[in-house]
């Protein structure tokens, strides 16, 4: 399956933004779907994750309450809505996909996305 992440942007403290991941070449129900972020000088870290059918999600304590983590399986997408966004959510933002059951752990998924940026001005 190939993933195409996109919606970053440049948005102020505060604001919102809606990422969207586009699959292809797969069907997105055969897959357990997250976001991962990476930001200059940290590793890679596990944003949200959602089960095959939407029925499971899951969240890092850094974006609970503030982001939101869905699918539509008919229409191949996985989306993040990232309400009240901090400097600190400044990121590359990348979708990941897994065969397997929901995991939060970065090295079960087997397919990834470019990456979008996003980046929260204070």
């Known amino acids: 399956v190939q993933l195409q992440a996109s919606g970053g942007g440049l948005v102020q403290a505060g604001g919102s933004l809606r990422l969207s991941c586009a699959a292809s070449?797969?069907?997105?129900?055969?897959?357990?779907m997250a976001w991962f972020r990476h930001s200059p000088g940290k590793e890679r870290e596990f944003v949200g994750a959602i089960s095959h059918y939407g029925g499971t999600t899951t969240y890092a304590n850094s974006v609970k309450g503030r982001f939101t983590i869905s699918r539509d399986n008919a229409k191949n997408t996985v989306f993040l809505q990232m309400n009240s966004l901090k400097p600190e959510d400044t990121a590359v933002y990348y979708c990941?996909?897994?065969?397997?059951?929901?995991?939060?752990?970065?090295?079960?998924?087997?397919?990834w996305g470019q990456g979008t940026l996003v980046t929260v001005s204070s």
């Open positions: 070449g797969g069907t997105l129900s055969d897959y357990a």
């Open positions: 990941a996909a897994n065969r397997g059951t929901i995991t939060t752990v970065l090295v079960e998924y087997d397919y």
